[in-house]
Every structure is written in structure tokens, then in C-alpha cells.
């Protein structure tokens, strides 16, 4: 019996290689015509629907405490009058809080603190372009004195980007048939797509400046983005 065991197991140590050899080993695509790699870049153009905006407050007092309380106050209008005008939680986000020392530099002296600077900033997502200006002069008109922005964006790309996709595909494909027709050749199969990535383009935040009293009548113009998918192609000609 304990032989048999001996046995079984050697034949196991034996087979166990060859087994994972079969299963990692790749599988060989025979070509029996020239292969064609072509490299396509397919584009969709949409409206931005979503203005991503950040806003918040400055606050400078004598003490850390009293810049930290005069802040809170200012940044809890803003709040309610996001929420008054209509803006969700989720499209809230706090994404800097900040408290610095202020010093006065004289030459030949140490520095003397004068004061702190406090500081709090709300990412907030827009998803009525048109009411976004609207809504900053009342974020200004309720204490916010920093505002930054906006970044525009697509909210749900997929549908975009599926057609830049569809017009990739259709790009390689009479690609494929005018490089077969230069070499008097024909396309015979499509043999891998592979996609390298979709670029989806956000413009950088422009600055803006706004007074401590509401500019009437801003305005955000949203324009248009483009998406951009590139695909990877390998046809076979003969």
C-alpha cells in the first residue's frame, strides 16, 4: 500500500510540470498572408452638462480662534444658499481647510505675527450649466470670497465614447483597404483590436475672480469637448 502511494505521488511530481506548461503555453495564430498593423484614433464631439466650481471663504482676524469662528459663520451662509438654490449633497464636497499665520517682516527684526489667515473651499458640481452663474453671484452675495473654476465635463461619456469607438473601428477598416489596394493585395480578416485608452480631455480651471459683492448677470459658456478613443488593429492581407 505504501508503495502504491510512493508511486502515485512520483507520477504526480512527474505530470504536474506538463500540466502547467499546457495551460500557459500561448496559442499560435497562423498567418498565411502579410500582416497589416494599423493604429486608428476615432472622435465624438458632446455639450458639457456638468460645471465643476470651487468656492469658498478667506477669513484674516487677530487670532486663530477668531479667524476659525468668523470662517465657520461665512461658510455656513454659503452652504444654505447652495442648498437654497437647489444643489444636492453629493454634489457638495469639502476640498481644503486650511489656518496660516501671518507675519510681518521687517529688516534686521524677527519676523512679528500680525494676524491668521483661515480658510475653507467647497468643490461643488453643477449640473445646470445655464443657473451656475446665477447661483456664484449668490455664493458671493452670502459671504464667498474665493472662487475658482469652472472645469467643465460630460457627466456620463459612455455613449460618446462607444461612438468614437464605432468610427475607430471604421477608420482602421478602410485604412486596411486602402493600404491592401496600394500593394494590389485584399483584405482578408480581421484578426485583434486591441483599445489603447479613451482621451477625455478637461480643461484646466480658469481663475475668477469675484468682488465681495455679486457681479450681476456671470456667465458660464460651456462650448463643446472632444473624446477620443484609439484602437489597435492587425488585419491579415493577401
Known amino acids: 500500500m505504501r508503495h502504491a502511494l510512493l508511486a502515485a505521488l512520483a507520477l504526480g511530481s512527474v505530470l504536474a510540470p506538463a ?10 495564430q497562423v498567418i498565411a498572408g502579410t500582416r497589416l498593423d494599423i493604429s486608428a484614433t476615432g472622435e465624438a464631439t458632446r ?14 482676524a487677530a487670532s486663530a480662534t477668531a479667524a476659525l469662528q468668523q470662517n465657520a459663520a461665512r461658510m455656513e451662509r454659503v452652504r444654505t444658499a447652495l442648498k437654497r438654490s437647489g444643489i ?28 491668521y489667515t483661515a ?20 455664493l458671493v452675495a452670502e459671504g464667498a470670497n474665493s472662487i ?22 471604421g477608420i482602421g477598416r478602410a485604412r486596411a483597404e486602402l493600404y491592401a489596394r496600394s500593394l494590389g493585395m485584399r483584405v482578408v480578416r480581421l ?16 481663475p475668477m475672480m469675484m468682488e465681495a459683492r455679486a457681479q450681476a448677470g456671470t456667465k458660464i459658456d460651456p462650448g463643446e469637448q472632444k473624446l477620443s478613443v484609439t484602437l489597435g488593429m492587425v488585419f491579415e492581407l493577401r
Open 19 to 28: 500540466t502547467a506548461s499546457a495551460q500557459t503555453a500561448p496559442v499560435a
Open 47 to 60: 455639450v458639457p452638462d456638468v460645471a465643476i466650481i470651487t468656492a469658498g471663504v478667506v477669513t484674516r
Open 88 to 115: 444636492a449633497d453629493r454634489d457638495i464636497q469639502t476640498s481644503n481647510i486650511g489656518l496660516n499665520p501671518e507675519y510681518r517682516y521687517v529688516q534686521d527684526q524677527p519676523p512679528q505675527l500680525t494676524g
Open 119 to 138: 480658510s475653507n473651499q467647497l468643490s461643488v458640481r453643477f449640473r445646470d450649466i445655464a443657473k451656475s452663474g446665477d447661483i456664484l453671484d449668490a
Open 148 to 169: 475658482n473654476g469652472p472645469n467643465l465635463t460630460i457627466d456620463k461619456p459612455d455613449e460618446a465614447l462607444d461612438e468614437a469607438r464605432t468610427k475607430a473601428l
Open 191 to 206: 484578426l485583434s483590436v486591441s483599445e489603447g485608452g479613451g482621451s477625455y480631455p478637461v480643461p484646466p480651471p480658469m
